[in-house]
T-cell receptor
Framework: AQSVTQLGSHVSVSEGALVLLRCNYS??????LFWYVQYPNQGLQLLLK????ATLVKGINGFEAEFKKSETSFHLTKPSAHMSDAAEYFC??????????WGAGTKLIIKP | GAVVSQHPSRVICKSGTSVKIECRSL??????MFWYRQFPKQSLMLMAT?????????EQGVEKDKFLINHASLTLSTLTVTSAHPEDSSFYIC???????????FGQGTRLTVV
C-alpha cells in the first residue's frame, strides 16, 4: 500500500536556524508530492508541490523541497526559521484520482 | 489559486441534532470533493469522496447514514452529521481539485462541538 512517512511528530529549532522536515513516500511510481501548512483551527495552505520537471521546488514563505527519487524523499527546508513558521506541516502524495495520501504531520516549534 | 469556501467555521450543537456543513468552490467547478475529519494532533482522515450527480464513495468504517453527503451542483457539496453525539466532535475539512490541475484546494475547516 502507498504511504507517506514524516519522521518526527515534533521538530524544535531556534529562531534563525535551519528548518528540516522529513518526508518519505513509498510508491513504485513517483507521485505528485505536496507540503501543506496548517495553523491552529484553520484549513490547509499549500506551501509547495512537485509534479514533474525540476526536482528542487521553491514555495511560499521561503520554504523549498527537493524531490529525490533514489531516496523516495521530499524533505522540506527553510534556511532561517521565523517565529511565524510555528505550525503543523503535512506532507502528502497524490496519484491519478486526486486522492491524497497524508503523512502524520510534524509540529514545528520555534524557540526564541 | 482557486478558492474553496467552507461554512460554518465553528458550530456547537446539542446531542441528537443534525448539523450541515457546506463546501463551495467559488471560482471553479468541482465534480469531485473530498471530506476529511481531523482529530486533535492527528493527520487528516479521508471520510468520503463526493461526486456531483451521483452517490458519494465512503471510506471503510465511515457510516453512510451518519454522515450524509450531497453534491447537488458543480460548486457545492454538503456534509450533514445526523443525530450528532459528543464523539462526532472534530475538525472537518473539505477539499476540491480543479479538473486538469495538479492540486486540491482546501476549505477553512469546520470545528464541530457536540454538547
Amino acid at each position: 500500500a502507498q504511504s507517506v512517512t514524516q519522521l518526527g511528530s515534533h521538530v524544535s529549532v531556534s529562531e534563525g536556524a535551519l528548518v528540516l522536515l522529513r518526508c518519505n513516500y513509498s510508491s513504485s511510481v513517483p507521485p505528485y508530492l505536496f507540503w501543506y501548512v496548517q495553523y491552529p483551527n484553520q484549513g490547509l495552505q499549500l506551501l509547495l508541490k512537485y509534479t514533474t520537471g525540476a526536482t528542487l521546488v521553491k514555495g511560499i514563505n521561503g520554504f523549498e523541497a527537493e524531490f529525490k527519487k533514489s531516496e523516495t524523499s521530499f524533505h522540506l527546508t527553510k534556511p532561517s526559521a521565523h517565529m511565524s513558521d510555528a505550525a503543523e506541516y503535512f506532507c502528502a502524495a497524490r496519484h491519478s484520482n486526486y486522492q491524497l495520501i497524508w503523512g502524520a504531520g510534524t509540529k514545528l516549534i520555534i524557540k526564541p | 489559486g482557486a478558492v474553496v469556501s467552507q461554512h460554518p467555521s465553528r458550530v456547537i450543537c446539542k446531542s441528537g441534532t443534525s448539523v450541515k456543513i457546506e463546501c463551495r468552490s467559488l471560482d471553479f467547478q468541482a465534480t469531485t470533493m473530498f471530506w476529511y475529519r481531523q482529530f486533535p494532533k492527528q493527520s487528516l482522515m479521508l471520510m468520503a469522496t463526493s461526486n456531483e450527480g451521483s452517490k458519494a464513495t465512503y471510506e471503510q468504517g465511515v457510516e453512510k447514514d451518519k454522515f450524509l453527503i450531497n453534491h447537488a451542483s458543480l460548486t457545492l457539496s454538503t456534509l450533514t452529521v445526523t443525530s450528532a453525539h459528543p464523539e462526532d466532535s472534530s475538525f472537518y475539512i473539505c477539499s476540491a481539485p480543479k479538473t486538469g490541475g495538479t492540486e486540491a484546494f482546501f476549505g477553512q475547516g469546520t470545528r464541530l462541538t457536540v454538547v
